[in-house]
């Protein structure tokens, strides 16, 4: 899956492996990539859909799943 870009002020884009259930994350104000292990589809999909995608991160992701 190619890298989305978003308009979020925090995360500059994302890629999702539905293969090894680990989502990457690209922050806007560094630059740095986390990939978060163990992400369901279902997670990535609301991330994809959501009206904003630093609150969905902060609510979903952030402190539940683990980066590596």
Do not use: C
């Not at 994350?25 to 986390?34: A, D, L, N, Q």
């Amino acid at each position: 899956m190619p890298w989305k870009n978003t308009n979020s002020t925090m995360i500059g884009a994302w890629d999702y492996d539905s293969e090894m259930k680990v989502l990457h994350v690209r922050f806007r104000s560094t630059g740095e990539i986390y990939s978060f292990q163990g992400v369901p589809s279902d997670v990535a999909a609301g991330f994809e859909a959501a009206p904003s995608a630093g609150r969905y991160f902060n609510e979903a992701i952030k402190d539940r799943f683990s980066a590596i």
